[in-house]
């Protein structure tokens, strides 16, 4: 089992910035790909930014260039640095983490991004 906990979320003004971290527990050896997505009242759940234990990296179309996301397998944590946040991003932010061929979540963190 792999247990994840989401932290740095808030309120913010469009144009600024905030990072989220995740910090996984438990079986962390075996984890593969980690990632970010984020799921806006009345949508789906979407990808953000995946990062694979190598450290390649995939982004959705609409946050590249503004978001960047980091991996360090030492502290067992995955970040998403968030700049130039438009109010479309105002989401629940959720991570996730591929260990053992299971998707494992984590609670989420609320961002909200006024104009």
């Known amino acids: 089992q792999v247990q994840l906990v989401e932290s740095g979320g808030g309120l913010v003004q469009a144009g600024e910035s905030l990072r989220l971290a995740c910090v996984a527990s438990?079986?962390?050896?075996?984890?593969?790909?980690m990632g970010w997505y984020r799921q806006a009242p009345g949508n789906q759940r979407e990808l953000v930014a995946v990062?694979?234990?190598?450290?390649?990296?995939n982004y959705a179309d609409s946050v590249k260039g503004r978001f960047t996301i980091s991996r360090d397998n030492a502290k067992n944590t995955v970040s998403l640095q968030m700049n130039s946040l438009k109010r479309e991003d105002t989401a629940v932010y959720y991570c996730?983490?591929?260990?053992?061929?299971?998707?494992?979540w984590g609670r989420g963190t609320q961002v909200t991004v006024s104009s």
């Open positions: 990062i694979a234990s190598g450290g390649s990296t």
């Open positions: 438990g079986n962390v050896f075996k984890i593969n790909a």
């Open positions: 996730k983490a591929v260990a053992f061929g299971n998707a494992y």
